[in-house]
């Protein structure tokens, strides 16, 4: 069965970094788009990231661009997204999530992981 | 401010029927038929139990269905049970731009 598994989160400071690391089993991983979502706490979701299958595209919200950067490694079947200049306002649990589609990375996603809490506090 | 415009809230008794919608536009809910609707348990990740406007993944109960007509997708749960107390979100592709669309979230009160 399809198994996504986040690790990386914490407490930084504002204008720190961080690198989240998300595992995935139980399907062809290199076949599949990878999305990032975040909820900070008492919201909603939000989209964050995305990476193609073979890591060729990858598009951010604009609330992160120049910050965040995804990445992955389908020899290990593992998507990263490295966070810089973290804000306050980037306080919230992230999760990954896989695409649906083979080959395609713009669609609503059908397995999330259990996500990890990233906190930004002075 | 959503992309997806969902209620807040909704409620309803054990045994009775509910309904939350999802606006959306023509380049989105409107123009394709990529919806999906997750069900997000108190400190939980999100879970689909929706997808493609009106597919239901195996195991999901047969209680929730879900359509769209123009650009307002919606989600009814029959035979409402107090393990339906939960977070609903819609999702949606979107031809603007590379990302995923979301609703903001309504919170589903079994009284």
């Known amino acids: 069965q399809v198994q996504l598994v986040e690790s990386g989160g914490g407490v930084v400071q504002p204008g720190g970094s961080l690198r989240l690391s998300c595992a995935a089993s139980g399907f062809t991983f290199s076949n599949h788009g990878m999305h990032w979502v975040r909820q900070a706490p008492g919201k909603g979701l939000e989209w964050v990231a995305v990476?193609?299958?073979?890591?060729?595209?990858?598009y951010y919200v604009d609330s992160v661009k120049g910050r965040f950067t995804i990445s992955r490694d389908n020899s290990k079947n593992t998507v990263y997204l490295q966070m810089d200049s973290l804000r306050v306002e980037d306080t919230a649990v992230y999760y990954c999530?896989?695409?649906?589609?083979?080959?395609?990375?713009?669609?609503?996603?059908?397995?999330w992981g259990p996500g990890t809490l990233v906190t930004v506090s002075p | 401010q959503s992309a997806l415009t969902q209620p807040a809230s909704v409620s309803g008794s054990p045994g009775q029927s509910i309904t939350i919608s999802c606006t959306g536009s023509?380049?989105?809910?409107?123009?394709?038929?990529?919806v999906s609707w997750y069900q997000q348990l108190p400190g939980k990740a999100p879970k689909v139990i929706i997808y493609e406007v009106t597919h239901r993944p195996s195991g999901v109960s047969d209680r929730f269905s879900a359509s769209k007509s123009g650009n307002t997708a919606s989600l009814t749960i029959s035979g409402l049970q107090t393990e339906d107390e939960a977070d609903y979100y819609c999702?949606?592709?979107?031809?603007?731009?590379?990302?995923?669309?979301f609703g903001g979230g309504t919170k589903l009160t079994v009284l």
């Open positions: 999702s949606s592709y979107t031809s603007l731009n590379i990302s995923v669309l």
């Open positions: 999530a896989k695409d649906p589609r083979i080959k395609a990375a713009r669609f609503p996603p059908d397995y």
């Open positions: 990476i193609w299958h073979d890591g060729s595209d990858k």
């Open positions: 023509n380049s989105d809910i409107g123009g394709y038929r990529y």
